[in-house]
């Protein structure tokens, strides 16, 4: 099961004002504060959205985006170009979740048989499982989409984000 989270990665989103401070030159006195405004209501609003799409067998994964306490990230940053809001989470399965998982055969490195419990209580022995695969359901890309197409709209600047897939 080890070499399935191997790769994973941890994912995050970049909310960045730096591309559109030259269009606010005229005002910038009134830049850092609509910078911090911007990204930390862009934060917000992409953590409601992500949580509204999250599967919810446990909830451990929505609970976690953006809360630092709860395996989330949520980092406000000054840097010299702008502001910089990073919402994520650093849950382990976040990223099969997002981007899903390909179809492969499980077998066994030392032991000669798998042994898994069932939904249903039962327990089986077996040599390989084939197991399918899992699609990922893209609730984070979607997300961020959804939420920068509401905050171009209301504050009707234009492009000036990053998607970053740490």
């Known amino acids: 099961m080890r070499d399935i989270w191997e790769n994973d990665m941890q994912i995050s989103v970049k909310f960045d004002f730096s591309k559109t401070k030259r269009h606010l030159e005229g005002v910038k006195n009134a830049v850092p504060f609509v910078?911090?405004?911007y990204c930390i209501e862009s934060g917000m609003l992409f953590k409601r959205k992500y949580q509204e799409r999250c599967p919810r067998r446990t909830g451990r994964l929505?609970?976690?985006m953006g809360n630092p306490s709860a395996e989330g990230i949520w980092e406000e940053l000054m840097l010299p170009n702008g502001y910089v809001v990073i919402v994520g989470t650093k849950v382990p399965y976040a990223g099969v979740v997002e981007r899903g998982l390909a179809?492969?055969?499980i077998e066994p490195k030392k032991a000669k048989s798998i042994r898994f419990i069932t939904p249903g209580g039962n327990v089986v022995y077996t040599k390989k499982i084939s197991h399918?695969?899992?699609?990922g359901k893209w609730i984070m890309m979607n997300s961020f989409i959804e939420t920068n197409r509401e905050m171009l709209a209301k504050y009707n600047f234009g492009e000036f984000y990053k998607f970053?897939?740490?």
Do not use: E
Not at 132 to 135: A, I
């Open 132 to 135: 399918p695969g899992y699609q």
């Open 164 to 166: 970053v897939v740490k």
């Open 35 to 37: 910078a911090r405004n």
């Open 62 to 64: 929505a609970n976690s």
């Open 103 to 105: 179809p492969r055969i």
